[in-house]
C-alpha cells in the first residue's frame, strides 16, 4: 500500500459517509454461516477452532469404536463470537475439506416437541450445501458411494469427480433405463455389499442427489418428508405418505443415525449447535430449550456411540456461561458427560478483545471496505487511530461491542448539510437528490440490502392497482421458516384480475452453487404457499449459467407454464431509486420530514409506482427463458462416459463408462 498513491482525501471521506461497514457487523446470522461470510482474525479465540479440528483428528484417526463421537461445548457471553468460530469452521472446511459440516440454529425451531424431526430437516438442509468440491456435502458423499460401487465392478476403473458424475448422471441413467437396466439399483446393491446395516432407501436417495433432475425430491425424502406416490415409485423410494408429525418424530432419530453412519463412513462429521439461549420456547413437559437440546446431544451421543462410525463425529453446542453452569451442567442422566466429552466435561470458554486483536479486526474489517472501492487510505485504520482503537482495547469488549462502538465513531468531519428548505416537499427533493449521490457498487451485490429496498417500494403501493395486481399486504415471514432459510426474502400477497395470489420474491447475487438452494426453495409452490416465484438477479450472472446445469434447470422449472413464475433483472438504474428512498425513510429526522410525509409524497409523485423493477416483477411472466451460455459440454464427454448397450440384467462391465 505504501507504493501506491493515497486516493484523495475526499473520496476516502465520501465513502466513509456513504457506507458504514460496521453498522449490524456484530451479529451473525446463519447466511454468514453458509454464505461469504465475515473478516475474520484467525487467531481471535484460535483455542477453540483449534480444538474442534483437533478434535476432527482424534476421532478421524482412532481405531476405538467407542472414540468415534466427541463433543464440545463452547461458552462466551452474546456478541464475544460464538458464531463467528463456528463460521470460521464452516468457511476453513469449505476452503480445505476435512469434514461435513451440520449447522443448527436453534432459534429457528419452531416446536422443540418435534425436535428429532426439526434436525433430521436441519441435517438434510446442511449437507444440501455447498463443500469444498464446489458440489453440494450429500453429493460429495454420493460420488465416493458411486465410485466404490464401480470399483466394487471393475477394480481398473478410475475414480470420477463429484461434478463428472453430476455433468454425465442423468444421461446413463436414462439409457441404462431404456435397456431394461436400472443403473441406481446396480449402484445401491454394490455400495450395500459393504454397508449391510445401513438403511438401503437412505443409500438409494444419496446415491439420486448425482441426479441434476432428481436431487429435490431426494433431499426431500432425506429430510422426512412425503414425496408423491407416482414420484417415490419413480425414484424405487416409500412415499412416506399418511404419516403424523408425531410418526415422524419417532422414526427420525433411526433415520438420523442411518445417515450418519453412511456418510461418515466417507467423511468425518461436525454438528453445531447454535443460538439454544435465544430460544425461549418450552416442550409440553417443561423442558427448556437448552435442556431439550442437551438431551438431544445425549441421545445422539449414546445412539451413535457404538455405530460404525467409520471417520468420527465431533458435536459442538455453543451456550452462555450460566447455561451451562445453572442448566445444563446440573442435568441428571449423565447428559453434562455426554455434552462435553473432549474436554472433559470442561467447556471451551471464549476470550475478550484487547488491544492488538481490535486493531487487526478492525484493520482486516477495513481492508474489504477500501479494496472494494479501489480507494487507498492514508494508513489502514483511517478514519481511526491505533492508539484509540488500543485504548479501547483496553476495556475487553466483546467483539459484538467492538464492532458496535466502531460503527458508531466511523465518521469524519464533513461540512455541515446546507440549511434545510422551509418546504416539507422541497427538503424530501432535497433529501431523494442526496441519497441518490451514493455509491451502491457494494449495495447491488448485497441480497439483504436490494430486498429490503424492493420491499420498502412494494410497502409504499399497498392498496394499489399495478399491472393489474391489487397489492393487499407484504410479508417478510416465510413458513416454514427453517425450510427457507431466508432464500425467499418476501411474499407479495394481493389479487390479480379477480384472482388471489402470492408472489415469492427472491433476490439473489451469490455464486451459482446458492443460487440452485435458492431456486429450490422458490419453485416449491405447496411448501411455501407461493401461486408464483420471481427471481430478481443481475443480467451478466443470469449469463454465465450453463444449459447443462443444475440452476438452468430450475429456471426453466420457475418459467415453465405450469409454474408461471420468472426471472427479473437487476438494473442499476432501477434499483438506486428505490435504495435512496429507503435511505431517506431510515433518516427522516436528519431531513426534519416524517415517514407519513415520505410516503405521501412517494405516491404524490408516483415514484415507486412507475418504478419499472416493481412493475416487472408484478407483470404478468413472459414464459421465456432468459438467455444464458449456451456451451454444452456434455458433448465433449460422450467418449468418456459411454453407458452400456447390452440387454442383460447382471451387474455387466463399467470399464466402458470411463473409457
Known amino acids: 500500500m505504501n507504493n501506491i498513491s493515497v486516493s484523495p482525501i475526499e473520496a476516502l471521506n465520501a465513502a ?82 476435512g469434514a461435513l459440516f451440520v449447522y443448527a440454529s436453534v432459534n429457528n425451531y419452531t416446536d422443540l416437541n418435534l425436535i428429532k424431526y426439526q434436525f433430521q430437516q436441519t441435517l438434510a438442509n446442511s449437507l ?248 487507498n487510505p492514508p494508513h489502514p485504520l483511517y478514519p481511526f487511530e491505533e492508539s484509540q482503537l488500543r485504548e479501547h482495547g483496553r476495556g475487553k469488549p466483546t467483539v459484538r461491542e467492538a464492532l458496535n462502538w466502531c460503527a458508531e465513531n466511523f465518521q469524519v468531519f464533513m461540512p455541515p448539510m446546507p440549511e434545510l428548505p422551509e418546504n416539507p416537499i422541497e427538503r424530501f427533493e432535497f433529501a431523494l437528490n442526496k441519497e441518490l449521490e451514493a455509491d451502491i457498487g457494494e449495495d447491488i451485490e448485497n441480497d439483504s440490502t436490494i430486498a429490503k429496498a424492493i420491499y420498502f417500494g412494494f410497502e409504499t403501493l399497498k392498496g394499489q392497482t399495478v399491472d393489474n395486481v391489487t397489492i393487499d399486504d407484504i410479508t417478510a415471514e416465510i413458513k416454514p421458516k427453517i425450510p427457507n432459510a431466508n432464500w425467499i426474502k418476501f411474499k407479495i400477497i394481493g389479487t390479480e384480475n379477480g384472482r388471489a395470489i402470492k408472489i415469492g420474491v427472491a433476490v439473489i447475487q451469490s455464486p451459482q452453487a446458492e443460487l440452485v438452494a435458492g431456486l429450490k426453495r422458490l419453485t416449491d409452490y405447496q411448501k411455501f404457499d407461493l401461486t408464483r416465484g420471481c427471481l430478481v438477479r443481475s443480467q451478466s450472472k443470469i449469463d454465465k449459467i450453463k444449459k447443462n446445469s443444475k440452476a438452468y434447470k430450475l429456471l426453466e422449472e420457475l418459467v415453465s407454464v405450469e409454474k408461471g413464475g420468472e426471472v427479473v433483472y437487476l438494473i442499476e438504474e432501477q434499483i438506486k431509486p428505490l435504495l435512496a428512498l429507503r435511505a431517506v425513510c431510515q433518516k427522516c429526522r436528519d431531513y426534519n420530514l416524517t415517514e407519513d410525509q415520505i410516503f405521501d409524497f412517494i405516491s404524490q409523485k408516483q415514484l415507486t409506482f412507475e418504478n419499472l423493477l416493481l412493475r416487472e416483477i408484478l407483470s404478468d411472466p413472459s414464459g421465456e427463458m432468459p438467455v444464458v451460455d449456451d456451451e454444452d459440454e456434455n458433448l465433449l464427454l460422450e467418449d468418456i462416459f459411454n453407458p452400456p448397450t447390452n440387454d442383460d440384467t447382471d451387474d455387466g462391465d463399467l470399464s466402458d463408462l470411463f473409457s
Open 16 to 97: 466513509i459517509q456513504n457506507h458504514n461497514p460496521f453498522t449490524k457487523a456484530g451479529i451473525v446470522k446463519e447466511q454468514d454461516i453458509w454464505g461469504k461470510g465475515f473478516p475474520d482474525i484467525p487467531t481471535l479465540n484460535a483455542h477453540a477452532s483449534d480444538a474442534i479440528f483437533q478434535a476432527v483428528e482424534k476421532v478421524q484417526t482412532t481405531q476405538s469404536s467407542q472414540e468415534k463421537v466427541t463433543s464440545l461445548v463452547l461458552t462466551a457471553q452474546q456478541g464475544m463470537g460464538k458464531s463467528h468460530i463456528l463460521s470460521r469452521t464452516r468457511h476453513r472446511l469449505e476452503s480445505n475439506g
Open 128 to 375: 444440501s450445501h455447498t463443500g469444498s468440491q464446489d458440489v453440494m456435502q450429500w453429493q460429495e458423499i454420493a460420488a465416493a458411494m458411486a465410485n466404490e460401487g464401480f470399483k466394487a465392478i471393475n477394480s481398473a476403473t478410475p475414480n470420477l469427480s463429484a461434478q463428472e458424475l453430476l455433468d454425465r448422471f442423468d444421461r446413463v441413467c436414462a439409457s441404462w433405463a431404456n435397456k431394461n437396466r436400472n443403473f441406481i439399483n446396480t449402484l445401491t446393491k454394490q455400495v450395500l455389499k459393504t454397508k449391510s446395516n445401513v438403511d438401503p432407501y437412505i443409500v438409494r436417495a444419496v446415491l439420486w442427489t448425482l441426479s441434476e433432475s432428481e436431487t429435490p425430491f431426494a433431499i426431500k425424502w432425506l429430510s422426512g418428508e412425503e414425496l408423491d406416490k407416482s414420484k417415490a415409485e419413480e425414484l424405487g423410494l416409500p412415499a412416506n405418505s399418511g404419516k403424523t408429525n408425531q410418526d415422524r418424530e419417532a422414526e427420525s432419530l433411526n433415520n438420523v443415525q442411518q445417515i450418519l453412519n453412511l456418510v461418515s463412513y466417507y467423511s468425518p462429521v461436525i454438528i453445531c449447535f447454535d443460538e439454544i439461549d435465544l430460544n425461549t420456547s418450552c416442550r409440553d413437559d417443561g423442558l427448556t430449550t437448552p435442556q431439550v437440546i442437551a438431551d438431544l446431544v445425549k441421545r445422539l451421543y449414546d445412539t451413535l456411540e457404538h455405530s460404525d462410525l467409520g471417520q468420527g463425529l465431533v458435536i459442538i453446542t455453543v451456550m452462555m456461561p450460566y447455561t451451562w453452569i445453572n442448566i445444563v451442567n446440573v442435568m441428571t442422566g449423565g447428559i453434562p458427560d455426554r455434552v462435553s466429552t473432549y474436554t472433559q466435561k470442561k467447556p471451551i470458554d471464549l476470550k475478550y478483545l484487547n488491544g492488538d486483536s481490535l486493531v487487526d479486526l478492525v484493520g482486516l474489517w477495513l481492508q474489504d471496505f477500501y479494496q472494494v472501492r479501489n480507494l
